[in-house]
């Protein structure tokens, strides 16, 4: 039977010595003074080869299940209380709480007051962090929810500034997509040391941290994010599945945890901006639409613009899927070397997704899914936005007859919501 690969974050706290006279289970953390014994007796009955690496417990299994159930039991009655995995993939993960022990003790800065900015201040203080929340200008995107942050237990809210002081003695920095990577709080972060996430990063530990087992579709790319995004979320409605389109197509992911939506899906909009501030970030299906030059004001370099983009495959693993557009060289030599499988998406020539000219239809490999002309998105380009998002859905389980029909939308979806600043 082959192998699972399995990642284990550490829990908040040691396990308590009654815990552990108690417990039938074997104990699976980092931090207790027991682990060592314990899981080093576990593992050599059961015959498991572990490691640990940056404060993340790797273990490989080749068992029926128990033995993760085993764990699974553990972890949620002890730590996690809500901890969730995918045990139909070849490699899961259990995510810890939330919100970390030293973000509790200290303060978090949240950088940039728009949508992201607003729905992350929000999420940390219902978790009782204490926040600083800041803009530089005097009217940002999200002025409008400034009563209600003030109003919040422990939320200081400052516009057109920034305390760069407060900044630096921060346990960590929130960052809003709008905000460059060389603003003054940014480098005053930086020089403190001070980790920065943003709060894609944010919403999807609190997400995975919840328990709803809700799984994730990352779409990025230069052109055909948005779009793409919005057509995925469309053909698991179409299916009878419960989806959202969210991140930078408009409502930040953070807001769902927030007002505790349960969705079987989430097809995630994420820009290079980000994505430079999202390590825990690990989608199950993750889709490059293209790569071209761009936000060349803000990068020095196109290279640093596509290594931004490079970090969609940071977490990745071999049960993960990557969707990339066969045509673009670039896109192909983005993902070479990432973990996982690959499904190619092409309007030259057959593929896992492809247009077939000699017909004028779209394909999934060789199943027909409709005629170009009863596509209603014109151009080129939204044919190969409506491929990749074929693709992405039908690794989710759609089959090909149901995302034909889901692609004869009667009009034109509203696509184009809004990035989130």
Same mark, same amino acid.
């Given at each position: ?9 550490? @829990? ?13 289970? $074997? #104990?699976?953390?980092?931090?207790? *003074? ?12 059961? =015959? ?38 995918? *045990? ?54 999200? @002025? ?25 003695? +921060?346990?960590? #920095? ?12 940014? +480098? ?14 944010? =919403? ?16 990025? &790319? ?19 599945? !419960?989806?959202? %389109? ?5 409502? $930040?992911?953070?807001?769902? #945890? ?9 097809? #995630? ?5 980000? /994505? ?35 970090? /969609? ?10 969707? /990339? ?14 973990? =996982? ?26 199943? *027909? ?8 998105? /014109? ?9 990749? %998002? ?9 089959? $090909? @007859? ?10 034109? *979806? !509203?696509?184009?919501? &809004?990035?989130?600043?």
């Amino acid at each position: 039977m082959p192998q699972k690969r399995y990642l284990l974050t550490p @829990g908040p706290t040691p396990v308590p010595p009654e815990v552990l006279a108690a417990l039938a289970e $074997p #104990v699976i953390h980092h931090r207790s *003074p027991d682990f060592k014994v314990v899981f080093e007796r576990v593992m050599e009955r059961l =015959g498991q080869v572990f490691r640990t690496e940056n404060e993340i417990l790797l273990f490989t299994s080749s068992g029926t299940g128990a033995f993760e159930s085993a764990v699974m039991a553990f972890l949620k009655r002890v730590y996690w209380k809500s901890a969730s995995f995918r *045990p139909e993939a070849p490699s899961c993960r259990l995510w810890p709480a939330r919100i970390a022990d030293a973000w509790r003790r200290g303060t978090v800065a949240v950088v940039g007051l728009g949508k992201s900015g607003v729905a992350a201040t929000r999420l940390l203080a219902r978790e009782g962090v204490r926040v600083y929340a800041s803009d530089a200008s005097d009217h940002p995107y999200g @002025g409008d929810a400034l009563a209600t942050l003030r109003a919040l237990p422990g939320v200081t809210v400052d516009v057109g500034r920034h305390d760069l002081a407060r900044i630096r003695s +921060a346990a960590a #920095v929130i960052v809003s997509p709008g905000v460059p990577p060389d603003a003054p709080p940014l +480098a005053a972060a930086r020089e403190a040391r001070v980790p920065i996430l943003s709060e894609i990063d944010l =919403g999807f530990r609190a997400l995975a941290a919840s328990g709803g087992g809700t799984r994730i579709i990352a779409i990025t &790319g230069t052109n055909g994010k948005t779009t793409t995004t919005a057509l995925v979320a469309h053909l698991l409605r179409v299916a009878g599945l !419960s989806a959202e %389109a969210v991140g930078n197509i408009g409502r $930040p992911l953070a807001d769902v #945890v927030l007002q505790g939506d349960h969705y079987q899906w989430l097809a #995630v909009e994420v820009s290079s901006f980000q /994505l430079h501030d999202s390590p825990h970030f690990a989608p199950a299906i993750g889709v490059v639409t293209n790569l071209a030059p761009d936000h060349l004001d803000r990068y020095p370099a196109v290279e640093a613009y596509y290594a931004d983009k490079r970090l /969609l495959f940071q977490n990745a693993s071999d049960g993960d899927v990557w969707i /990339l557009n066969g045509d673009d060289a670039a896109v192909l030599d983005l993902a070479a070397g990432a973990r =996982g499988r690959r499904a190619l998406f092409s309007l030259r020539r057959p593929a896992d997704g492809w247009y077939d000219p000699s017909d004028r239809r779209l394909r999934l490999g060789g199943h *027909p899914l409709l005629p170009r002309d009863e596509l209603v998105l /014109l151009g080129d380009h939204n044919v190969a936005n409506a491929l990749a %998002a074929a693709l992405a859905v039908h690794e989710a389980g759609l089959s $090909p @007859g149901v995302i034909g029909e889901g692609l004869r939308v009667p009009r034109r *979806p !509203s696509f184009f919501v &809004g990035s989130i600043l």
